[in-house]
């Protein structure tokens, strides 16, 4: 009889689409129409996110990827309307609160916040024309705090709100002079100092402050020059610190104040700078980039002269040179992946942070290669809900409370 084979058939195609449906559920794909997946791991790369490396003309918004997609191009958030015969301001920052839920990007006039379940602008402020440039979140993700535009102060910022707490000077009590240009800025991991550097010429100390104050307390130098990016361990007791006319880094002990050692790019970057005085360097320095990954065993840094990045043992004193990796274009920032296994570099290269290979190269929704210094990554839960989401500049998490 046909009718038991029917019936098998019919068994067996009910179960094969049974564990199909199971399969994506475990996915995280959501089987109705227009539901997205419960979980996403979303890049936002920023557009017009530098000016010294083409291609840089990427017109005005926040560029989305896909992690777990092969970085594939997702949307374009607007940010600001600009006049087709104007130019758009240059991001100069960018960062996220798990906490608020929101993106926060600044141009030299502004800061806007977005939400990232909507994508919509919820608050836009300016602090006495002055404002902004760098962003740095406390890690309780309540507080910003944001450098002036190439002045001698910075701000305390509501979070959630954008209103304004204090006003902060870069005091000279501690070293004797103040600082002409804030620039980079970093939050130690337990959220008790923030530590700020400026960009001129003679800003060769970086400052420490009292978040619960809102007051300089201390200072690291002086370094041989002016202080480009840097980063810090977990317990924020060492720095490592690009500088003008270096490739490579030095190294601070933060307890006590002072520089413990120079580490250098392997390679011929002098003699090239030296045979072409005309060779351009990104940010006036040979490295304007390094990162420390979470396990703290390994520090990144930006090679800008032979277009690479450079990988250091960290657990060995000093750092030890690893390996190199070549980038499109020239790196001029770079950061790691929340996972520790990808680097994503200015350049807009994608490294496996194990085997030292690009995986994915980043393109806009126009097939264009994209270059930007602003990024980060976020994870989201079922809502859209933020979950996890990284700062600018990669530092340690070896003994940071998980509390």
Known sequence: ??????????????????????????????????????????????????????????????????????????????????????????????????????????????????????????????????????????????????????????????????????????????TGKRIERAHNINWSPDGSRVFMSGSGPNDNFITIADPKTHSMVRAIGPFGESVRQFTINGTATKLFANTVGLCGFDVADVIIGEILGRVECPGDWKAKIAANPNFRLGHGAPSHGIAMSADEKEIWVADGVNSSLHVFDATVTPPRFVTSVKTRVQPYHLGFSLDDRYVFSASGDVIDAKTKKVVAGLKDEYGRDVYSEKFIQATFGEGGKMLRANQRFSKGQVGVSTN
């Not at 019936?7 to 449906?21: D, G, K, P, R, W």
């Not at 087709?84 to 609160?97: D, H, N, T």
């Not at 707490?165 to 870069?170: F, H, L, M, R």
């Open 1 to 174: 009889m046909s009718v038991p084979k029917v019936t098998s058939y019919t068994a067996c195609v009910t179960t094969v689409l049974l564990a199909v449906m199971f399969s994506v559920a475990v996915e995280g794909q959501l089987s109705s129409p227009g539901r997205q997946r419960q979980v996403r791991d979303l890049l936002y790369v920023t557009a017009n996110g530098t000016t010294y490396v083409a291609p840089h003309h990427l017109g005005v918004g926040i560029l989305v990827f896909d992690v777990a997609n092969d970085f594939k191009f997702v949307k374009r958030i607007p940010t600001w309307d600009v006049p087709v015969s104007q130019k758009p301001e240059l991001v100069v920052g960018i960062g996220a609160s798990v906490t608020t839920g929101l993106l926060y990007v600044t141009v030299p006039s502004r800061i806007a916040a977005f939400d990232l379940t909507t994508d919509k602008k919820v608050w836009e402020q300016t602090y006495d024309g002055q404002c902004c440039e760098m962003i740095a979140v406390s890690p309780d993700g309540e507080t910003l705090y944001l450098n002036s535009f190439y002045k001698s102060h910075m701000y305390a910022v509501d979070a959630k709100t954008g209103a304004l707490k204090t006003k902060v000077e870069y005091s000279p009590s501690f």
